[in-house]
């Protein structure tokens, strides 16, 4: 059994932080369940980038507020509490933080490794392990 708290991750290598978003990463690759659990926190008033090409993802909004916006057909959608979003065709979108840090809980598949970050395409690297 793996048991954690998420306040053991900040100040650690899994706690990734980028000039929008501060990544807890809690579960990863290693730990062998076939995917990875993150809390993120999108800071306010930010925008990225994102296009998973490698990943599948699903987002559960549990505090704040933001918005994503789908790259292909322009449509946006506001986020907050209780929202769950899932990028289930590797969707290109921009996510923009609010008035008030957004906090979310992030699945991927395939688990990420713990240090990835957005490639200027918006990309984390396929992981050939």
């Not at 926190?41 to 909004?61: D, F, M, Q, R, S």
């Not at 449509?75 to 899932?86: S, T």
């Not at 957004?102 to 970050?117: A, H, K, W, Y």
């Amino acid at each position: 059994m793996i048991v954690r708290h998420v306040n053991d991750v900040i100040g650690t290598e899994n706690e990734v932080r980028t000039d929008t978003w501060i990544s807890r990463r809690v579960l990863l690759k290693k730990d062998g369940m076939g995917f990875s659990f993150h809390e993120t926190i999108i800071l306010p008033g930010t925008e990225t980038h994102i296009h998973y090409k490698n990943h599948l993802e699903a987002v559960w909004c549990v505090e704040g507020d933001g918005e994503i916006e789908t790259i292909a057909d322009g449509k946006k959608y506001a986020l907050g509490p209780g929202v769950v979003y899932a990028l289930n065709e590797h969707d290109e979108h921009y996510l923009r933080g609010g008035k008030m840090p957004l906090r979310v809980i992030c699945v991927f598949n395939p688990p990420v490794s713990g240090q990835e970050v957005h490639d200027a395409d918006g990309v984390y690297p396929a992981d050939l392990d």
